[in-house]
């Protein structure tokens, strides 16, 4: 099958067989980071810009080292060390890359729409590394990833997401990416951190972590914005993780093979006991984050490499 | 589009057979026995033909000879100018490298270019003591200065002629054809 797609701006665009494409191909990107010489020159005389406007560790280091890793030149922008603190616009500072010509432009932006604008304006290849509240596709992307290699498959399995979900873009995609390969999603949270109407894109929602979790074959732990706090949608950090914190006690509700995950960073006894998150018989949470750097590496060698 | 097409079967399943055999026996004997020897398959066609040659030398010398698998796409020389995105299979090398005879195996030689890229991919993993090449079907118009130490056949061909090693793990029978019109 032949990828066709320009850009990567949500998990929603993509079809099943596209989904599958790219996981199968970032399986076989794994092995490049266990070499020794962890690098092949694929991408050798590209360049791949990453324009950051909100704090990232994880997918901008990930971005970096898969650009990296096929020897692409990377470039990483971020909006507090870039024009942007002296007022110039998203339009006008994409304009300005684009005219240095890179390959691809990753961008993470606090305003859901912002890559999707990029991808209309600009004949570079666009992906989305976190849009506002909308989208986080190379997360669900890698979380499926993660998935289908711990437990095989993706169909048929039940996932539970707990958390904010009302300002996860994480929770967004994986929604429709793992709705879309067939598995059953389940969602928990306070009232507050669930959006209306949210049951439309086809999941079970619930109040409380318990009913959520039970017989789970996957639980996912979104990070409570602590930044959030003060909008009064929870009265406080110690009340949320008595009733919504993961720990030993409630995940014997979920299937005995159960794997945790968390898009990270993690908030330790908010949303999940150190003891679980760092518990290797059931914690993936740092499988994700190597996967993510194949599944990266995998988007950037789908992107790029075509008849310009 | 199939009419006109004149298919010629040049080898068949006992001939491929032969081959093999052949190729076994010289690969110990130019590399006196199978010390530090391993086998490297090139995706796809070469791994079958890497795993018949590795069951072949194991009972010859009566020891099992380690095989790798290579996939050489990311390593090409025309993936940043091509418009397709070739499929990208695993590569799976789990042992060392550092000063092992390595015999790379490929089912056809032809511009050169895919060998010239399996043999970039495994300098990355180490630094073989020498790298040699074995492939059934060399059928000359090569590109680089590259020529393989064993061979099953030399098969002279039109550049407009297709030639096909089939084999039974992935097309259900052994046979090498080569295609072209009339």
Known sequence: MKFEKKDILGIKELTVDEINLILETAESFLEISTREIKKVPTMRGKSVINLFYEASTRTRTSFEIAGKRLSADTINISASTSSVVKGETLIDTARNLEAMNPDVIVIRHSAAGAPHMLAKLLRQSIINAGDGAHEHPTQALLDMMTIKEKKGRIAGLKVAIVGDIMHSRVARSNIYGLSKMGAKVVLAGPATMLPRNIEQMGVVVHTNLEDAIIDADVVMMLRIQLERQNQSIFPSLREYSQHYCLNRTNIQLAKKDVIVMHPGPINRGVEISPDIADDPSCSVILDQVNNGVAVRMALLYLLTGGNE | ?182
């Not at chain 2, 000879?65 to 100018?81: K, N, P, Q």
């Not at chain 2, 418009?83 to 790379?104: C, E, H, M, N, W």
């Open chain 2, 1 to 182: 589009m199939v009419e006109n097409k004149n298919v010629k079967i040049v080898m068949d399943k006992d001939g491929i057979d032969r081959c093999l055999t052949r190729i076994a026996y010289e690969i110990l004997e130019k590399n006196k026995g199978g010390e530090n020897l391993v086998l490297v398959g090139i995706r796809t066609g070469g791994v079958y033909l890497a795993q018949r040659l590795q069951k072949k030398i194991s009972a010859i010398e009566d020891k099992d000879i380690l095989l790798g698998i290579l996939d050489i796409t990311l390593y090409r020389d025309d993936i940043s100018t091509s418009s397709k995105k070739p499929a990208l299979g695993k590569t799976k090398i789990p042992f060392d490298l550092d000063d092992k005879k390595v015999v790379l195996v490929d089912d056809v030689l032809f511009t050169g270019r895919t060998i010239r890229a399996a043999m970039d991919a495994l300098i990355d993993f180490g630094r073989p003591k020498m790298i040699q090449l074995a492939v059934l079907i060399d059928r000359g118009h090569r590109e680089l200065p590259i020529r393989a130490d064993f061979v099953g056949k030399n098969l002279p061909s039109s550049l407009w002629e297709a030639v096909s090693v089939n084999l039974m793990e992935k097309n259900g029978m052994d046979e090498v054809i080569i295609e072209g019109e009339t």
